[in-house]
């Protein structure tokens, strides 16, 4: 079980978390300049550093500051040394390329895998150089049959890396995997990776990307909450209300809309007038966020009753299925990314932490 950091913003909930992961004996970190602000970096390679010799951390690069996307050697080469800086101590366990397909907008299979191969000769040298100790592919199309830079790629990354001579150090390769999106159990490409001795990594564990629309694999929250529409008019009442906030709320309708919210409400200046619209605000705010939990609970219910996923989850009924779809990913890929936000979504995976003896 490993820790993604994709959305992970350095806030006091999402620092315990990482801590308690790493407690557990989580040896894997998944990370990439573009998740987050240069501070929110920094913040995570500051918790990171105690737990260095015992976690593998791995980054990822090709999407610019500005957007936009390249895989020039230049670029590459100072992201590799940025990265080494400031998450890991001076050095990546592992680099890899990031969504390499978005070449495919302007050039064709073979121009983008003379690109990406050009890529890794910058991979190689630094894993001469002692930068970083391994490189691969981190790729949302890489599990999927028959397409440009699909499942069949794997020989040519293979094949690019041993050209260059760095055959051996083609480590790593990342992919969605879930209950949902299962193409990499299709035509013995997982088997494929494992004869080439590349490490399988899974990640959106949680989160499949359906032709509905994103769902969320999780249990739905416990309890008895107050409702967004009751917070909200609370807000709208107080005579320091956060109008901004009242003004765009009807546009903030996914996790990554709240993320931002979240930050916006946090650093707001402190005005003493508004200490009780502020803490409205938050509880607005987790409100949604439950809300979206609650909705996403009810697909999840109804995938996990289907035949195709009934009968293939690990785990026993009354479990929770964080945990019974981590565990069946798990009987096929060595490692899966987990984005935790508190110390009891951890917990949960409690079980799943600790070395699985992969690379």
């Given at each position: 079980?490993?820790?993604g950091?994709y959305r992970?913003?350095?806030?006091?909930?999402?620092v315990?978390?990482?801590r308690?992961?790493?407690?557990?004996?989580?040896?894997?970190?998944?990370?990439?300049?573009?998740?987050?602000?240069?501070?929110?970096?920094?913040?995570?390679?500051?918790?990171l550093?105690?737990?260095r010799?015992?976690?593998?951390?791995v980054?990822?690069?090709?999407?610019?500051?500005?957007?936009?996307?390249?895989l020039?050697?230049?670029?590459?080469?100072?992201?590799?040394?940025?990265?080494?800086?400031?998450?890991?101590?001076?050095?990546?366990?592992?680099?890899?390329v990031?969504?390499?397909?978005?070449?495919?907008?302007?050039h064709?299979?073979g121009?983008?895998?003379?690109?990406?191969?050009?890529a890794?000769?910058?991979?190689?040298e630094?894993v001469a150089?002692?930068?970083?100790?391994s490189?691969?592919?981190?790729?949302?199309?890489?599990?999927?049959?028959?397409?440009?830079?699909?499942q069949?790629t794997?020989?040519?990354?293979?094949?690019?890396?041993?050209?260059?001579g760095?055959?051996?150090?083609?480590?790593?390769?990342?992919?969605?995997?879930?209950l949902?999106?299962?193409?990499?159990?299709?035509?013995?490409?997982?088997?494929?990776?494992?004869?080439?001795g590349?490490?399988?990594?899974?990640n959106?564990?949680?989160?499949?990307r359906?032709?509905?629309?994103?769902?969320r694999?999780a249990?739905?929250?416990?309890?008895?909450?107050r409702?967004?529409?009751e917070?909200?008019?609370?807000?709208?009442?107080?005579?320091?209300?956060?109008?901004w906030l009242?003004?765009?709320?009807?546009?903030?309708a996914?996790?990554?809309?709240?993320?931002?919210?979240?930050?916006?409400?946090?650093?707001?200046?402190?005005?003493?007038?508004a200490?009780?619209?502020?803490?409205?605000?938050?509880?607005?705010i987790?409100?949604?966020?439950?809300?979206?939990?609650?909705?996403?609970?009810?697909?999840?219910?109804?995938?996990?009753?289907?035949?195709g996923?009934?009968?293939t989850?690990a785990g026993?009924?009354?479990?929770?299925v964080?945990?019974?779809?981590?565990?069946?990913?798990l009987?096929d890929l060595?490692?899966?990314?987990?984005?935790?936000r508190?110390?009891?979504?951890?917990?949960q995976?409690a079980?799943?932490?600790?070395?699985s003896?992969?690379?």
């Open positions: 079980m490993g820790f950091t992970w913003s350095g806030a006091p909930d999402h315990a978390a990482l308690r992961a790493l407690d557990l004996g989580c040896s894997l970190v998944d990370t990439a300049p573009n998740y987050a602000p240069a501070e929110v970096r920094s913040r995570l390679g500051q918790v550093a105690p737990h010799s015992q976690v593998r951390i980054s990822k690069g090709g999407y610019l500051p500005g957007g936009g996307y390249s020039d050697a230049p670029f590459l080469r100072s992201l590799i040394h940025s990265e080494a800086r400031t998450v890991g101590r001076g050095h990546l366990d592992a680099f890899l990031h969504n390499p397909e978005h070449l495919l907008r302007d064709d299979e121009e983008a895998l003379d690109r990406i191969g050009a890794f000769a910058v991979c190689a630094q150089a002692g930068t970083i100790g490189f691969g592919v981190s790729s949302n199309v890489l599990a999927t049959p028959a397409v440009p830079l699909g069949h794997v020989d040519d990354y293979a094949r690019l890396a041993t050209e260059l760095a055959g051996p150090a083609l480590r790593y390769v990342q992919f969605p995997h879930n949902v999106e299962r193409q990499a159990l299709e035509n013995a490409f997982l088997d494929r990776c494992r004869a080439l590349v490490t399988t990594v899974g959106r564990p949680l989160s499949p359906t032709p509905d629309g994103p769902m694999i249990d739905p929250p416990e309890g008895v909450h409702a967004s529409t917070l909200l008019a609370e807000l709208v009442a107080r005579p320091a209300g956060l109008g009242v003004q765009h709320w009807d546009e903030v996914s996790p990554d809309a709240l993320d931002y919210v979240e930050g916006l409400v946090d650093r707001a200046p402190r005005d003493p007038g200490v009780g619209s502020r803490r409205t605000a938050r509880d607005l987790a409100a949604r966020r439950r809300e979206l939990r609650e909705a996403a609970s009810a697909r999840t219910r109804e995938l996990v009753g289907s035949p996923v009934r009968d989850l026993e009924a009354g479990q929770p964080t945990l019974r779809a981590c565990q069946t990913y009987r060595d490692h899966v990314l987990v984005g935790f508190r110390v009891a979504d951890v917990d995976l079980a799943l932490f600790g070395d003896g992969a690379p």
